[in-house]
């Protein structure tokens, strides 16, 4: 007999643990499809001072504060260590249901990839039609100004509506166009964003309210007066008499201050599941990936409390929802030193892996950032490219906790709900840009398109494909998401599957995108309760392309109610 050695102990457990997964069984339960997090809570009263009053009374939760010096710190230097001495194994995210997919909740809704958005959903984002700006309408009331961020601002007040606008500094129109097309595709995707426009006005459009004060990142406050405000519009670039400014409807009810990357917030009973564990946050490094959203980092966030009464909006219960903010950064942005510009996308502003690299191999190797090169006309995009972007060696600014925990299960998903963005949506997205010259709108489009085709080459040809999985009768059918967006040639396609005997089934094709397996009952009406293991089918489903196959889990209910799915797998091959 064979001494069982710790090598083979280990290959044991594995295989032992293998053979669970494979006889994984889910119970006769609908999806969860509607996280608790939905529901008001709650939550006790406390003493806010503000200048307004200083003995205001909140019931909301605190505030949260997020200096821009100490998360960087945090992230590329003190939790790096930390985590080397953990030894934490990975694990998949906590909370994919049944299907393989997230319930919707108060960080994301189900959108592009439950349903196909028409190009006009896709493109006007998160605004509602009262919030679509007129630029010839009544005066823009500067009534607040920017007390944060890199980026030129101020807030107005329109008919009661606020809106934050920005000007394009100091590349003109990539920064506006970044912000819309960024917020449009994270509403598209699922987040929660902002109303982002861009509009063209004229500078008398503007009144200011007296006795303003700004702030900068790294400033102090300053008097906002007409010059302040000349300054500032005097950036922004021009078409003829109007001046083009992006517009940030102000979010609703109580503003908290962003969210983190890692574990929960205190305050609130809502929030139970690590944010790191979540595969919504994960998954969305493959879509900061796409459209080089390197600035992904907590301060581009918003938590905000949203109270049933409404008025006061920190009176309780309420729930706090989760915002994306800001995505200016995105579609090649730049650095004023330029080494770092092009390092953006390839490596962390300070990478511990990249400089031990560096050291050993003494710097000779050729790395992406030293090949990379600005498109000749269009230079505003910097290095946001198609031939250079690996979708699995993408990185933003520094390290991002969630990001860090991205699995196989989660970069698939997103890729699935990426894939819905067809062509048309890809050039409407390029367009909602509002570039002066339509070369570089042409250009936008192509390397989003581009980028787009190598992360579902990437992430739809190893883990199953198919999607919207139904029972429609006697038959299964499904919707193969790397057909449908031709991935491959589609002869490359060679759908099969097999039942619980392992035996192959007949699978006919409704469309090159959607086969339907023919299902044979195991189980009659009567007899058995509906739960029984008697009633359990699985049946296992390929296309010839990806690696992986899809396991769908059945409880067949007898001829005459048929067959019910209750649980999707896509084993990693």
């Known amino acids: ?129 009262s919030q679509l700006l007129d630029a010839g309408g009544a005066s823009w009331l500067v009534d607040h100004g920017k007390t944060d961020g890199s980026s030129p601002g101020f807030r107005v007040n329109i008919g009661g509506k606020k809106y934050l606008i920005k000007v394009d500094d100091p590349v003109p129109d990539r920064p506006s166009a970044a912000s819309v097309v960024g917020a449009a595709v994270y509403n598209a995707v699922g987040f929660n964003t902002s109303c982002e426009q861009i509009v063209y006005v004229k500078r008398s459009v503007f009144a200011l309210k007296p006795g303003l004060k700004y702030k900068g990142n790294f400033d102090g406050l300053r008097d906002f007066d007409e010059a302040a405000l000349d300054r500032i519009l005097a950036k922004a670039p021009r078409k003829g008499d109007l001046l083009r400014v992006q517009a940030s409807a102000w979010l609703p009810g109580k503003l908290l201050g962003p969210f983190r990357y890692v574990g929960t917030r205190p305050d609130d009973p809502n929030d139970i599941i690590p944010h790191q564990e979540r595969r919504e946050l994960r998954g969305g490094r ?91 006309g269009h230079e505003m995009f910097n290095y946001f490219d198609v031939a250079n972007f690996v979708p699995d060696h993408w990185k933003n600014e520094y390290a991002n906790p969630a990001f860090d925990r991205m699995t196989e299960r989660d970069g698939a998903w997103m890729a699935r709900i990426l894939s819905g ?56 059918c499904a919707t193969d998401l790397a057909a449908r967006r031709r991935v491959r040639d589609p002869r490359a396609f060679r759908f099969g599957a097999t039942g619980p005997d392992g035996r192959p089934l007949p699978v006919a094709l409704r469309d090159e995108a959607t086969p339907c397996v023919t299902l044979s009952h195991v189980a009659a009406d009567g007899g058995a309760p509906d739960d029984h293991a008697s009633r359990y089918v699985r049946i296992a489903m390929s296309d010839g392309v990806a690696s992986g196959s899809l396991l769908a889990h059945l409880y067949d209910l007898g001829p005459r109610r048929g067959f019910r799915l209750v649980g999707l797998e896509r084993p990693d091959p």
């Open 1 to 129: 007999m064979k001494r069982l050695t710790p090598f083979r102990l280990s290959c044991l457990v594995v295989s032992v643990l293998g053979c669970g997964a494979a006889d994984r069984r889910f119970a006769l339960r609908d999806a969860f499809v509607a996280d608790t997090d939905l529901r008001s809570v709650p939550l006790p009263c406390h003493e806010e001072p503000s200048e307004k009053d200083p003995k205001h009374v909140s019931c909301a939760p605190r505030e949260y504060a997020s200096p821009l010096i100490w998360d960087g710190a945090d992230n590329l230097v003190f939790r790096p260590f930390s985590e080397l001495w953990a030894f934490e194994a990975p694990r998949e995210a906590m909370n994919a249901n049944a299907m393989d997919e997230v319930a919707d909740s108060s960080w994301f809704t189900n959108r592009t990839g439950a349903h196909a958005l028409s190009v006009e959903q896709m493109t006007r984002g998160a605004c509602e039609p």
């Open 421 to 476: 963005f067809g062509p048309d949506a890809v050039r409407a997205l390029a367009s909602m840009a509002r570039l002066p010259d339509p070369s570089s709108t042409a250009y936008l489009e192509q390397v989003l398109e581009g980028r787009l085709e190598k992360i579902l080459e990437r992430y739809l040809t190893r883990l199953s494909p198919l999607a919207d999985v139904r029972v429609e009768g006697d038959t299964l």
């Open 286 to 376: 493959v879509l900061a990936a796409w459209i080089d959203h390197f600035d992904a980092r907590e301060q581009n966030s918003m938590d905000s409390w949203h109270s049933d009464a409404r008025d006061p909006p920190d009176a309780s219960p309420g729930r706090v929802v989760h915002y994306y903010l800001d995505t200016s950064d995105c579609l090649g942005s730049e650095w004023a030193w330029e080494q770092i510009t092009r390092r953006l996308g390839y490596s962390y502003v300070f990478d511990w892996g990249d400089a031990g690299r560096d050291f050993v191999t003494l710097g000779v190797p050729l790395r992406p950032w030293d090949r990379v090169r600005k498109a000749p």
